[in-house]
Structures are given as structure tokens and as C-alpha cells.
């Protein structure tokens, strides 16, 4: 039985009025996304206004893991929201009951959290620990990451996009290059497990532009915005290695890759990293908004009372929410589920990156992919043309799919991780059509 019914073209009555009424009031500065307005969802189906049905491939940017609207997860929220909204800073019983399951959950070195309310916020969280348990004020990160848009995260990340018109950063932000396998003229990605060539280029980095004070790393497991960009093997723990050797904490942003997206509950399981420092968001709440950042106890340490707060952190409702998101996690096996289906997924795409001959790069683990679009799979030019004809086209066969990349090249493959066979082969079978389709202008 058919899972996705669209009457096209979208958008639909009600959605085109719907969106002329969101432009005519709210500033509309988002990026594109296909054309419709959503009205209900759940688990991986989204319907709209017009009551069309669509297979999600964002999870609302790597957010409802546990499945849109999980029944759980929603009455754990709707009693939460009943009992208590907010009491800031004073203790209420789900913060508490939520900081020992998301200690519990943590690599065991990992023994303290602090809970803030979005991605970016616990990465100025991060950065504020890495400066203050040091006493440096420089952060080395990484060309094409992103880390939010507040102005510390922003300083850190090493995309334009956030950054472009604002004017000066906060001092004291050091990039490198990230290892990019399928773009690597400069030969980092080669000599692994100990990248040589590499980490000799980096002490050239830190020589030419380090004051002396440098406090820590910042980098994420796989580089989200930029484009599902994955390192070699072994990169992330030579870092790591890096880092220790010359006395820097090394903290890890898995605000996007955690909880069971790649496979594997924490992106540090992978390569058996032990961050000093990591920051949590997106699906931690699952569409509840709320992050964390985690550390060893004497991290935090170096902090006094007051030194850290948040308005909003750990207020009742979204502390209910990280209970019932680590609930739904363990009972449904959706780590596991996610390493299983995203091994099928990736063997599909892959044999359909083998027809289409603009499908330059099909690349992730577990339930987070990248399809990267060329203009010739020899010359490996970007082929950002070809991104909105995707999305409108996968939106009218019935599949939400979202754009990333440093080049703007690159669809995002992130179901929520409760996905079906069915659902999965369905959203593939219509990714395959439109591929088919495609041109270049």
C-alpha cells in the first residue's frame, strides 16, 4: 500500500494562502524549503494543509529522532506542562531526574551536565568552560564547521554564511582544514592512522597564528552544514592525541550527532574518543527545545556559583522531555534500528549513485547521509543547480529532503530513525524517479 498521497503541484490552496499570510508578517529570512505548510506529523509521516502525506528526510534538521510526535514523548510533556513551566535556576524534580539519565547515558567519563536550551547555547557554554578551566582565550576549529549562530559560535564555525556582513569575530578563533575524502587536493585525508602531513601542517597553523594561549578544540564528529562531510578513520582520535600532547581540552560538538544518528549512541563510539568537553542538542528533546553540555566534573569545576545559567534551561517541560526521549531510545532499540537501516539505505543510494550520472558522492553512517551532485563525476564540479529542482520535485512525489554544503550541493538524508522498511524503500523508490528526471539548465 502507497504511503505518500500529494495532489500536485504544490503548494497546495491552503498552504499557498497559509505562506502569503507567514510572509506578510514574519520576516522571511529562513533558507527554501519546499512549499508546503505542515499541519500534523508523526513518526516519519508528515501531512500538510491540504492533507497531502510525505515521507520526512530531515527529522526537522537532525531534531525528532525518536519519530515526529512520539506518544511518549508527547505525554510525558503534556504532564510535565501541567505540573510546573518554569522556576529558572531553583531545583525542580525532572531536571533532577533528568541530569542522572543523561549522566547514566554519557561515556562513563562524562559525569556532570549542565542543561541550556538550544545548540547554540551550549556551545557558548563550551567555549566559556574551555577559556575559564584554562585561562586562554584561543579555540582552534575547523574550516566549513558550524557551530550556531551566536556570536561565539558563529566565531568558531568556519563557514561565511553566518559570519558574512557582521564584521569582527571574537578574537581569538584559529581554523584548520577538515579532511574532506571526496575533495582533498592537499593530500590531508592520506598516511592515516597518524596523518603526518597533516599534523605537520597543523603546529604550521597554530605557529603562524597562536598567540600562546590557546585553550582548546572545538570540532564536530562529521561536519553537518558543510555537507555530511565524514574524515578518514583514525582522524578524530589522532586530533585527540594532538590535543593532549600540548595540554588543550578537546571538546566534541554532537549537538547533531548523537543519540543513536550515526549508529552508534554517542559519534564518539566510533573511533573510542574520550572529549573532555561535549555539547548536546537537537535530539535530546526530540522537538522539545533543550541541549546540554557535558564534561568531567573537574571541568566544570572551575566554575563558581552563577557563573553559568539559563533562563529557560532545565525548566520542568523539557527536562520531562530528555527522560522520555532516553526512554523511547533504550525501549525501542532505535540505536541499533538506526545502524540497521541506515546500512540498507546507504547499499540503495549507492546503486542509484551508480545510474544517475549527476550523484557524485553517497556518504555517512548510520541514519545520517550526504548526496553530494556533481556537474561530472570526473571533474567533481559542484552542481548547486540542480538542488532546487531536487527538493520541489521530491516534495511533489511525496519526500521532504533539505539542502546543505559548503557549495550548496549536497540533500540531506536524516529520517527520523524509527523509519520502516517500507517507509525507506517507498522514499528511495521516489529519490530514484526524480533522478531520473533531473537536468542541468
Known amino acids: 500500500m502507497k504511503i505518500t498521497h500529494v495532489k500536485a503541484p ?52 537532525l531534531v525528532t529522532s525518536v519519530g515526529h510526535c512520539h506518544l511518549h514523548l508527547v505525554r510525558a510533556a503534556q504532564e510535565a506542562s501541567a505540573r510546573l513551566l518554569n522556576n529558572y535556576e531553583c531545583a525542580n524534580v525532572d531536571r533532577i531526574l533528568a541530569a542522572r539519565a ?5 561515556p562513563r567519563h562524562l559525569d556532570r551536565c549542565f542543561f541550556l536550551t538550544t545548540g547554540s547555547e551550549a556551545i557558548e557554554g563550551a567555549l566559556r568552560l574551555m577559556k ?11 574550516e566549513a564547521g558550524f557551530h550556531g549562530r551566536t556570536v561565539g559560535a558563529a566565531s568558531a564555525g568556519g563557514m ?76 578524530l582520535k589522532r586530533l585527540e592525541e594532538w590535543a593532549r600532547e600540548r595540554g588543550l581540552l578537546f571538546t566534541l560538538d554532537e549537538v547533531q550527532s548523537s543519540y543513536g544518528r550515526t549508529g552508534r549512541m554517542w559519534a564518539m563510539e566510533h573511533e573510542r574518543l574520550t572529549p573532555d568537553i561535549v555539547t548536546i542538542g537537537k535530539a535530546i528533546g526530540s522537538g522539545v527545545p533543550v541541549s546540554a553540555v ?30 522520555a526521549v532516553l526512554e523511547i531510545m533504550q525501549n525501542e532499540r532505535l540505536v541499533a534500528r538506526s545502524a540497521r537501516m541506515g546500512t540498507y539505505m546507504k547499499r540503495r543510494l549507492l546503486q542509484i549513485a551508480e545510474r544517475c550520472p549527476y550523484l557524485g558522492d553517497v556518504r555517512g553512517q548510520g541514519l545520517v547521509m550526504g548526496l553530494e551532485f556533481v556537474k561530472n563525476k570526473k571533474t567533481r564540479e559542484p552542481a548547486p543547480e540542480l538542488i532546487l529542482q531536487i527538493i520541489l520535485e521530491c516534495a511533489n512525489n511525496g519526500l521532504i529532503v533539505g539542502s546543505v554544503g559548503v557549495y550548496g550541493n549536497v540533500i540531506r538524508v536524516a529520517p527520523p530513525l524509527v523509519i520502516t522498511k517500507a517507509e525507506a524503500d517507498e522514499s528511495l523508490s521516489i529519490m530514484e524517479k526524480v533522478l531520473r528526471k533531473i537536468r542541468l539548465p
Not at 543523561?102 to 554519557?106: C, F, G, K, Q, S
Request: include cysteine.
Open 10 to 61: 504544490l503548494p497546495g490552496p491552503k498552504s499557498r494562502n497559509l505562506l502569503d499570510t507567514w510572509h506578510r508578517y514574519e520576516a522571511d529570512v529562513v533558507g527554501f524549503q519546499a512549499p508546503l505548510v505542515w499541519q500534523s506529523a508523526s513518526g516519519c509521516i508528515v501531512t500538510d494543509v491540504d492533507g497531502n502525506e510525505f515521507i520526512d528526510w530531515t527529522s526537522g534538521v
Open 160 to 235: 561565511a554564511g553566518p559570519k558574512r556582513h557582521y564584521g569582527p569575530g571574537i578574537p581569538g578563533a584559529i581554523r584548520a582544514p577538515y579532511p574532506n575524502p571526496y575533495r582533498d587536493p592537499c593530500g590531508w585525508c592520506s598516511g592515516g592512522p597518524r596523518f603526518e602531513k597533516y599534523f605537520s601542517y597543523l603546529d604550521t597553523v597554530i605557529a603562524a597564528n597562536s598567540t600562546g594561549s590557546l585553550a582548546g578544540v572545538l570540532v564536530e564528529p562529521y561536519q553537518g552544514a558543510a555537507g555530511f562531510i565524514f574524515p578518514p578513520r583514525g582522524w
Open 102 to 106: 543523561l549522566v547514566r547515558a554519557l
Open 132 to 142: 575559564r578551566k584554562t585561562g586562554r582565550f584561543e579555540i582552534l576549529s575547523f
Open 294 to 323: 557535558a564534561a568531567r566534573a573537574e571541568v566544570f569545576a572551575c566554575l563558581k556559583k552563577g557563573e553559568m545559567s539559563s533562563t529557560l534551561g532545565g525548566n520542568p517541560v523539557a527536562s520531562a522531555a530528555v527522560v
